[in-house]
T-cell receptor, first 109, second 114 residues
Framework: DAKTTQPPSMDCAEGRAANLPCNHS???????VYWYRQIHSQGPQYIIH???NNETNEMASLIITEDRKSSTLILPHATLRDTAVYYC??????????FGTGTRLQVFP | GAGVSQSPSNKVTEKGKDVELRCDPI?????LYWYRQSLGQGLEFLIY????????KSGLPSDRFSAERTGGSVSTLTIQRTQQEDSAVYLC????????????FGNGTRLTVT
């Protein structure tokens, strides 16, 4: 599995876009990039995933660089309820997703 | 529809006792996963089931840990002779098989070994 690197913490003002970076420079061609988040005292929640193309759903957008060595998760209008730990994972399948330490996003009023 | 259900939500046990943790996956999900999360730590992969088979048991911390899945549905994680270091939140997830299907997690069982 490709190792991912994320900043340990980030702040974002409510209503602004939150841009969470992830480095996965050793990713292989068949590995997807998955994003999950974990709100305090809850199980992780799936956000989005992609292989090569940028992806968008009702929760977020995922921008993957052309060389696939990094990606950015974008929450377009962050709310206080988006305060959570965000995990970026690179894997070819979901058989054994390895969660790292993630980025702790704090959204402030 | 119903999500992944785990029971009990909280369990306090004495050191040396055995415990069973239960996971009811989303109906129709063929894959089931167990993770644990110690206080303030990340998620640690324990085991994965495809149907009733566990292709990868390498994450189980010791031979005191075992898991089974019956009927392609309910799974039980058993910890024998519990130790204080087993205290953690045990999380279960399920998914349809394949890389495009996300994991759906339950809210976990908080195990405290006294």
């Amino acid at each position: 599995d490709a190792k991912t690197t994320q900043p340990p913490s980030m702040d974002c003002a409510e209503g602004r876009a939150a841009n969470l970076p992830c480095n996965h420079s050793t990713i292989s061609g068949n590995e997807y990039v998955y994003w999950y988040r974990q709100i305090h005292s809850q199980g992780p929640q799936y956000i989005i995933h992609g292989l090569k193309n940028n992806e968008t759903n009702e929760m977020a957008s995922l921008i993957i660089t052309e060389d696939r060595k990094s990606s950015t998760l974008i929450l377009p209008h962050a709310t206080l309820r988006d305060t959570a730990v965000y995990y970026c994972i690179a894997n070819y399948n979901t058989d054994k997703l390895i969660f790292g330490t993630g980025t702790r996003l704090q959204v402030f009023p | 529809g119903a999500g992944v259900s785990q029971s009990p939500s909280n369990k306090v046990t004495e050191k040396g006792k055995d415990v069973e943790l239960r996971c009811d996956p989303i109906s129709g999900h063929t894959a089931l996963y167990w993770y644990r999360q110690s206080l303030g730590q990340g998620l640690e992969f324990l085991i994965y089931f495809q149907g009733n088979s566990a292709p990868d048991k390498s994450g189980l911390p010791s031979d005191r840990f075992s898991a089974e899945r019956t009927g392609g549905s309910v799974s039980t994680l058993t910890i024998q002779r519990t130790q204080q270091e087993d205290s953690a939140v045990y999380l279960c997830a399920s998914s349809a098989s394949g890389p495009s299907f996300p994991l759906h997690f339950g809210n976990g069982t908080r195990l405290t070994v006294t």
